[in-house]
């Protein structure tokens, strides 16, 4: 498995990155910890350095160390407080319990550094006959650069894309946070609540991706979509793109060709009659280039795709949907 995915496991199918091993069980979130090897916990220490022959301890940080093989996970302040593995997972169960959702997928990134849980909710969305099934990610880190976050990732099923929905409901509906300083306890109970609003937020996004469905897109528009949803620095505006050419690099050019083609049929599912030339058509055109086909630098590029999908390219999947919706 590449160094990436650390460990992890698919309870249903195989999971649109091809990563995991297969269980044929739906799970308690105890088993799934286990099936996906997480049954580990992270503990902080004190930190020492050598000096002159003398040991002298690290003042003002820790780190936190896993406590299956020493390893340091990360160098932290000692204010900050792990939420164990078990913990950030065990308020699945109430909701799985119910058989309004299975265990899907879990497992760890980067050595153990983010964990992540995967549940899959009973029912489907069709937007003009395409599939969509529901989903709801738990995700946590121990290196300090992800708060435990609960968020709602739709899935296309013709093409497994993960369909990170708009950011304008992320406060009310669609994201959960939890800052490791403060009361867990607290946030879990507020993440129950959330839990509880699953039918509301799906709601909401089938009403969205209907109206993005059923409007077309010109291919003239797409160059100014991709100036909203990649021009994260301000220096490529929507208003300043009349093709790919303003967008400068050789390399950024060629990835908006790339979607460009996409849009135009050659996506997965985006020659289907009902949908193809539309707003959805080219929200998920952008989505499959983030989830397959953008190419990553160095030596096992794939290591850097599941992370980018679900954490790294969270803020373009959500300008590219609200910029969408916006007319």
């Excluded at 000096?51 to 299956?68: D, S, W």
């Excluded at 993005?212 to 994260?232: D, I, M, R, S």
């Excluded at 996409?262 to 058509?281: C, E, H, Q, V």
């Amino acid at each position: 498995m590449p160094a990436e995915v650390e460990t992890m496991f698919y309870n249903t199918e195989v999971p649109w990155h091809g990563l995991g091993k297969k269980v044929d069980n739906y799970l308690t979130s105890e088993e799934a910890i286990k099936a996906a090897g997480l049954d580990w916990t992270v503990d902080p220490v004190n930190l020492f350095h050598n000096f002159q022959g003398n040991r002298i301890m690290v003042e003002g940080k820790v780190g936190l160390r896993r406590n299956t093989d020493g390893r340091i996970l990360s160098v932290l302040s000692p204010e900050y407080k792990p939420v164990q593995n078990a913990k950030a997972f065990e308020f699945f169960d109430s909701v799985v319990g119910t058989k309004s959702a299975i265990y899907d997928t879990a497992g760890s990134l980067r050595n153990g550094q983010k964990i992540w849980i995967l549940a899959k909710v009973t029912g489907a969305i069709s937007v003009k006959g395409d599939q969509v099934d529901k989903y709801i990610v738990l995700m946590n880190s121990h290196d300090g650069t992800v708060a435990l976050k609960m968020f709602f990732t739709p899935v296309r099923v013709v093409c497994m894309n993960t369909l990170n929905a708009a950011e304008a409901g992320a406060a009310r509906i669609e994201t959960f946070y939890a800052k490791h300083t403060g009361n867990i306890a607290t946030r879990m109970e507020r993440a129950r609540e959330i839990l509880g609003m699953t039918n509301k937020f799906y709601e909401e996004f089938a009403e969205q991706a209907n109206r993005l469905a059923n409007a077309q897109l010109p291919p003239a528009q797409l160059p100014k979509l991709l100036a909203a949803a990649f021009g994260t620095t301000g220096a490529i505006r929507p208003e300043d793109v009349v093709n790919f050419s303003d967008f400068g690099t050789t390399r950024r050019i060629n990835e908006m060709e790339k979607i460009y083609e996409l849009f135009g049929g050659s996506g997965k599912g985006l020659d289907i009659p009902n949908i193809r030339g539309t707003k959805w058509a080219a929200y998920n055109a952008i989505v499959e280039y983030i989830d397959y086909a953008k190419q990553f630098r160095g030596k096992q590029p794939e290591d850097n795709r599941l992370e980018y999908a679900w954490i790294k390219s969270m803020n373009i999947k959500h300008r590219a949907w609200n910029y969408l919706l916006k007319d």
